[in-house]
């Protein structure tokens, strides 16, 4: 149980372009999903908080226009970055809590790589 | 502040030895205590939580974490090391009402033969 599936898995694109990454509960709902960045040999940074039905809340220093997250259902939240950079390339993952509170545990995708031309 | 320590960067042992991997906390309240791991490339899987109760638990594949409130520690250990558990390990503590984790920067294992 508790499976979250990221899409895509893997992005090659130009510079310029906006790049959509899905993340999706399969088993079960989450009034909130959280957004993270990876650099290489690093830890996670929390890029944002999102709760379904309103508006994201962003991390010191994430630029919410470029960073735009969409949580419509229980189920799917989604991250655009707009008009990518070479510098936007990284790993993105996404996580999923538990409907049950702040103590329950995130569960997490298997990452998108992000590579920008 | 809030914040999670793990001292070693990368820790070597070999396969069928014990392991133990450390993590210290910084928290104002009493933390909810997380270990993930994440293979390369991939997302991070759940080990075990601790929330309350008792202070031993027990995870998945063989792992348990102990925490310690005196220490402020919540160190992960399996004793006896299988070649598939080398990946890295994240320890992280978690609370405030949005459940946010904050994540100690990680300890790489390696196995060796």
């Known amino acids: 149980g508790a499976v979250v599936s990221q899409h895509p898995s893997r992005v090659i694109c130009k510079s310029g372009t906006s790049v959509k990454i899905e993340c999706r509960s399969l088993?079960?709902?989450?009034?909130?999903m959280f957004w993270y960045r990876q650099f290489p040999k690093q830890s996670l940074m929390l890029m944002a908080t999102?709760?379904?039905?309103?508006?994201?809340?962003?991390e010191q220093g994430v630029e919410k226009d470029k960073f735009l997250i969409n949580h419509a259902s229980l189920t799917l939240s989604t991250l655009t970055v707009t008009s990518a950079h070479p510098e936007d390339s990284s790993f993105y993952i996404c996580?999923?809590?538990?409907?049950?509170?702040?103590?329950?545990?995130?569960?997490f995708g298997d990452g998108t790589r992000l590579s920008i031309l | 502040a809030q914040s999670v320590t793990q001292p070693d960067i990368h820790i070597t042992v070999s396969e069928g030895a014990s392991l133990e991997l450390r993590c210290n906390y910084s928290?104002?309240?009493?933390?909810?205590l997380f270990w993930y791991v994440q293979s390369p490339g991939q997302g991070l899987q759940l080990l075990l939580k601790?929330?309350?109760?008792?202070?031993l638990v027990q995870g998945i594949k063989g792992f348990e974490a102990e925490f310690k409130r005196s220490q402020s520690s919540f160190n992960l250990r399996k004793p006896s090391v299988h070649w598939s558990d080398a990946a890295e390990y994240f320890c992280?503590?978690?609370?405030?009402?949005?459940?946010?984790?904050?994540f100690g920067k990680g300890t790489k294992l390696s196995v060796k033969p």
């Open positions: 999102s709760n379904e039905g309103s508006k994201a809340t962003y």
């Open positions: 088993d079960f709902q989450a009034t909130t």
């Open positions: 992280a503590v978690g609370g405030g009402s949005q459940g946010n984790l904050i």
């Open positions: 928290y104002g309240a009493t933390p909810y």
């Open positions: 601790y929330f309350s109760g008792d202070t």
């Open positions: 996580s999923a809590r538990e409907v049950g509170g702040a103590g329950q545990p995130q569960h």
